[in-house]
């Protein structure tokens, strides 16, 4: 398996979910900036990765997943160790 890659911003909340989830989860990863405030977001290079031109960006088992719902929905379907939810709506009871 390759190491994955996350095309990210420091300063983007949904970038530092996908972070705080690879952590939990320990997967190693790659971390590829991408500064917003120069625009890079929108540079045709990023663009034919994302067409969307947002960050996060997560390049994982031969897929590029955006939008960070979904980037954590596979994360936690992918590597089921160390949950981000509980098993059941009980288990917020805990």
């Known amino acids: 398996m390759t190491r994955p890659i996350l095309y990210e911003y ?9 972070r705080i989830a690879l952590n ?4 190693d990863y790659e971390s590829r900036p991408v500064n917003l405030l120069t625009g890079e977001q929108q540079s045709d290079k990023y663009r034919a990765m ?15 997943l955006t939008q960070s719902v979904a980037i954590l929905n596979y994360l ?6 160390q949950p981000l939810l509980p098993a059941s709506a009980a288990g917020w009871d805990i």
Do not use: C, M, T
């Not at 939990?24 to 997967?27: A, D, E, H, R, S």
């Not at 936690?76 to 160790?81: E, G, S």
């Open 50 to 64: 994302n067409p969307q031109g947002f960050v996060p960006l997560l390049e994982i088992d031969g897929h590029r």
């Open 24 to 27: 939990l989860k320990k997967i």
């Open 10 to 18: 420091w300063r983007s909340s949904a970038s530092y979910r996908i």
């Open 76 to 81: 936690d379907l992918k590597y089921p160790n």
